[in-house]
DNA sequence: TCGAATCCTGGCCACCCGGCCAGTTTCGCA
DNA sequence: TGCGAAACTGGCCGGGTGGCCAGGATTCGA
């Protein structure tokens, strides 16, 4: 029974501004089909915020810079990502040395960590 | 008037399984005062996956695995994490190489990446 | 009592990373 | 028509990273 795959869409609504919580709630409450979970029940998918964190001026990256920074959170190598995007490791190095700066991060861990809390790239 | 408060919702439906993201879409495509967000739209809210399968039994970390993790995610170099933890660098790298086997990582960016994804740590 | 797990440490070494120096091309804008 | 920004490439090098080897100490449950 729990693989019932045309039962009700249980959706957690994780919404701290409490506003758009109750008018989110007030307009799924009545959906048929969808059902808003009680508190600590296992939900199906979740309902979260998305449009604070991304607000706060994108830092201005560039194109490259940006391709360099998606494979750098999917834990590719200089070499790897000179590979993928057919320029030479010495190129990889020059766009990572700006995303460092750009990012204010002492490695590329850091600037993944900190690109994807400034909401830059989603992991 | 943008800060119309009353003005529709823009939900970002960020579902992998296409089944349900289908179904979701069905189903919320015509509810009054909620619209689905047109690819890169900025939207309000997002919806993501939340059950079982997206939350595949949070991984065995020991305790001192999640030290180094989270100070991994700080960008500290494996010098820093001892310096701080008190062990030595050695000892520090017998952690990362236990995280990158039970993270399934190619490196420590990658270790920072994947536990970010499964929830084990907050960025 | 005997493993198993966790935590700790050391040496060694190939490779990667980030920063430094230098240069080229292409493009859009003033 | 210059001039800067962006993208690209090279050499060099100190230090960081990750994998391998080896060991020891502790706790906990079978």
Chains 1, 2 share one sequence.
Do not use: C, Y
């Not at 059902?35 to 600590?40: D, K």
């Not at 040395?97 to 993944?112: C, F, P, Y």
């Amino acid at each position: 029974m729990s693989a019932d795959k045309t039962a009700e869409i249980v959706l957690s609504l994780e919404i701290d501004d409490p506003a758009l919580a109750d008018r989110l709630a007030a307009l799924l409450g009545n959906v048929a089909g969808i059902r808003l979970a009680v508190p600590g029940e296992q939900a199906t998918a979740a309902i979260v915020a998305r449009d604070v964190r991304s607000m706060p001026a994108d830092i201005a990256l560039t194109q490259r810079e940006l391709d360099v920074l998606a494979l750098m959170a999917e834990g590719a190598s200089n070499k790897m990502i000179a590979r993928r995007l057919g320029i030479s490791v010495h190129t990889v190095k020059f766009h990572v040395g700006s995303l460092l700066d750009k990012l204010d991060a002492t490695g590329r861990t850091d600037a993944v960590a900190h690109a994807a809390r400034r909401g830059v790239i989603e992991l």
